[in-house]
């Protein structure tokens, strides 16, 4: 089975900052790689997805993440946070055999501070 | 709209009723998921359909947890004699075909609290 570990249930960064969500999995063959994204009262909104092209894969909104499977890692990131992205994101991950099964992190809420 | 509807939005009930839980995915999606999520935790797979079959149910907690999706359609999720750990939010999902090249579009969900 896979499984996802997000390191930092909260992360606080200034509105323009750096922002860098971390992701590391388990899997025991080629996965694929989802971050969503989710605004209070609403439904999960897929941001950027790995399926083995691109290492570097380019989302919504400025994001990106790349994949590293010496790092076992998909971590997400942005040049410049906007007080829009605040919000909770999940990272998920799927494999042979069952690509449409997904495991979900426990999420990171961030904050933009002004 | 042309999103996933989930209806209720809310549910409050008592502890040993059963509750039906509504899943309305977008027009023409083949496959159908069905999520739990606790407080404080990602997603957790429960079941998933392609068409009106349903093609995995490995995580349904208990044989009180049943989904079905008769017309390809809308899908149910039931549980019977609700018990108190069963409070979370549920989260229904479509994709147009059932792999993961392909979005899972989220619906707002369905917090069911179990008094």
């Known amino acids: 089975a896979q499984s996802v570990t997000q390191l930092g249930s909260h992360v606080s960064v200034s509105e323009g900052a750096l922002v860098l969500l971390r992701c590391n999995y388990s899997s025991s063959v080629p996965p694929y790689l989802f971050w969503y994204v989710q605004y209070p009262n609403q439904g999960l909104q897929l941001l950027l997805k790995?399926?083995?092209?691109?290492?570097l894969v380019k989302g919504i909104n400025g994001f990106e993440a790349e994949f590293k499977k010496s790092e076992t890692s998909f971590h997400l990131t942005k040049p410049s946070a906007h007080m829009s992205d605040a919000a909770e994101y999940f990272c998920?991950?799927?494999?042979?055999?069952?690509?449409?099964?997904?495991?979900f992190g426990s999420g990171t809420k961030l904050n933009v501070k002004p | 709209g042309a999103g996933v509807s989930q209806s209720p939005r809310y549910k409050v009930t008592k502890r040993g009723q059963d509750v039906a839980l509504r899943c309305d995915p977008i027009?023409?999606?083949?496959?159908l998921y069905w999520y739990r999520q606790a407080l404080g935790q990602g997603p957790e797979f429960l079941t998933y359909?392609?068409?009106?079959?349903?093609?995995?149910k490995s995580g349904l907690p208990n044989d009180r947890f049943s989904a079905e999706r008769p017309e390809g359609s809308i899908s149910t999720l039931t549980i019977q004699r609700t018990e108190q750990r069963d409070s979370a939010m549920y989260r229904c999902?479509?994709?147009?075909?059932?792999?993961?090249?392909?979005?899972?579009?989220f619906g707002p969900g369905t917090r069911l609290t179990v008094l």
């Open positions: 027009s023409g999606h083949v496959s």
């Open positions: 999902a479509s994709s147009l075909e059932s792999s993961g090249d392909y979005e899972q579009f």
């Open positions: 790995y399926t083995s092209a691109a290492t």
């Open positions: 998920a991950v799927s494999a042979y055999p069952n690509f449409n099964k997904f495991y």
């Open positions: 359909f392609n068409y009106e079959a349903q093609q995995d």
